[in-house]
């Protein structure tokens, strides 16, 4: 009974595991949702190098960049493939050329405090630092540069100014810095000055990336989301997994690239998306133990009833057949308590 009501539970418990869930707010099935989070880790860790530990920016690249992509890269990966992750992560803190991979910038991510004013990046070969590195080029960007970079202006600037400030305490400013980025949605994605203005390959062009940002930042101030933003970030999901960097009004992405900080800001994203984890899925092991233990128990119990019915069929034969003599001291005067057959006795001074 015990081994038959614990399998009940487990299997239980499975079902509902297992159970197809809904992303709040747009009805979208979580599965659908970890299914591009699985496609997308499996096209960052394709493009892993094993002797520099470090992922390429796209694929057939021989370029490396320190931040964001590997910093983005070991953060996406942490649940899909935590053996990359690990070896990305420990290159890139372990190396002293590049700050534990921070850039000022990205780390806001992943809680790191950052500072204000955010300014332009600059970029250096640190190429020296890889061992076995011959063929390759490692590039390390930080925000250190001359000049200021304006969430007014910029849609990622307005996410990670965002970011800071919700985890320095800030809501309150934290949700009219996303409102900025309410202002520049058009319903087909954000437009910023790059937007308007940039150079070829920026201008007229939506960025995925941002857009991924986007829903980051909605999501951290528990925000409205537009209805389509999530639609418009999975549509840009290639065949091989890779998000593509941006597309076009009409939503093609033809000519477009798909690279290593697109794939893992949209991996962050969309894993945000998901509800969390019940307790008894993250600890479904604990209830193996009333499985393992209720054959024991069993076996004990069966074990201890027929130990107590052979000692009581003993006692009533020896019992029966010798009538047993007890020796018993009452009152400091010795005693002896005669059985006989009828189970009747009398005591005898002694």
Known sequence: MLRTAAVAIIVSILLVSLAPGTVAGHGYNSAT???????????????????????????????????????????ALAQCNPTISHSIKTAITQNPCCNQGNDLLHEAILGTQIPFPIQNATTTNVTIYWPNSIGNT????????????????????????????DRGGDQAIAVQTVQILNRMWDANGLVDDSFKNGTNGEKGVYQTFKDALYLLALLKTSQTRPANLEQKILNMQGPDGGFNTGYDPNGTYAGRSENTETTSIVILALGALLPPEPWWAIYWYLFLIPIAAAPILLFLLLHFQHRRRRAKRQSVQ??????????????GKRKTRLCSQNHKGVFAEG
């Open 33 to 75: 949702i970890q299914s591009s989070i699985q496609r997308a880790c499996s096209f960052i860790s394709g493009l892993y190098n094993y002797t520099l530990h470090l992922v390429g920016s796209t694929p057939s690249s021989h370029t490396y960049y320190v931040s964001s992509d590997n910093l983005l890269a070991q953060a």
């Open 138 to 165: 490692i590039l390390y960007e930080n925000h250190n540069g001359r000049g200021t970079l304006s969430p007014y202006s910029y849609a990622d600037v307005a996410v990670y100014t965002a970011f800071e400030l």
């Open 318 to 331: 020896l019992f029966s057949s010798s009538g047993p003599t007890s020796i018993e001291s009452i009152d």
